[in-house]
């Protein structure tokens, strides 16, 4: 395992983009999901097989527009059709499920098309701008990668 410093090219996003691949799957355990963060892998996404997604109970907040970072991003005006785009992967591709508790930390676990784990990254970061390293976040979040398929 490695740790992730979540900044410059060592970022949560950079680990996971090469493997969202056409035909791939991805697990993903999340305390937040910004639509922001979603528009950013979305083409990708939408050429997983198959994806499961944790999230908290319903009276959590999301964050589904994101941190005072992501003003820039709200400021186009593509929230709407963001939210369309992430509606849609979501009845067509994702097995989603409600936590009955918090989800404290981030887990994401990526696999190949043979369900085979490929990558997995634990820690405190979450499905959102900051959290995978687009927009900048906690310095002192502590971010696990594996290195290899067998962790």
Same mark, same amino acid.
């Given at each position: 395992? /490695?740790?992730?410093?979540?900044?410059?090219?060592?970022?949560?996003?950079?680990?996971?983009?090469?493997?969202? /691949?056409?035909?791939?799957?991805?697990?993903?355990?999340?305390?937040?999901?910004?639509?922001? $963060?979603?528009?950013?892998?979305?083409?990708?996404?939408?050429?997983?097989? /198959?994806?499961?997604?944790?999230?908290?109970?319903?009276?959590?907040?999301?964050?589904?527009?994101?941190?005072? $970072?992501?003003?820039?991003?709200?400021?186009? %005006?593509?929230?709407?059709?963001?939210?369309?785009?992430?509606?849609?992967?979501?009845?067509?591709?994702?097995? %989603?499920?409600?936590?009955?508790?918090?989800?404290?930390?981030?887990?994401?676990?990526?696999?190949?098309?043979? $369900?085979?784990?490929?990558?997995?990254?634990?820690?405190?970061? $979450?499905?959102?701008?900051?959290?995978?390293?687009?927009?900048?976040?906690?310095?002192?979040?502590?971010?696990?990668?594996?290195?290899?398929?067998?962790?």
């Amino acid at each position: 395992m /490695k740790l992730v410093s979540n900044t410059g090219k060592e970022r949560v996003i950079d680990l996971i983009r090469p493997l969202l /691949k056409r035909g791939h799957q991805i697990d993903m355990a999340t305390p937040e999901f910004s639509l922001f $963060a979603f528009a950013e892998v979305a083409a990708a996404m939408s050429g997983l097989k /198959k994806a499961r997604l944790v999230l908290p109970p319903e009276e959590d907040h999301l964050a589904l527009l994101g941190s005072s $970072a992501d003003r820039a991003a709200r400021n186009r %005006l593509q929230t709407h059709w963001h939210a369309r785009r992430c509606a849609e992967w979501l009845s067509e591709k994702v097995e %989603l499920r409600r936590a009955t508790g918090a989800v404290p930390q981030g887990a994401v676990v990526l696999r190949d098309g043979e $369900a085979q784990p490929q990558q997995g990254v634990l820690g405190s970061f $979450a499905f959102t701008t900051d959290g995978l390293g687009i927009t900048p976040g906690n310095p002192l979040s502590l971010i696990q990668a594996s290195e290899t398929s067998d962790e």
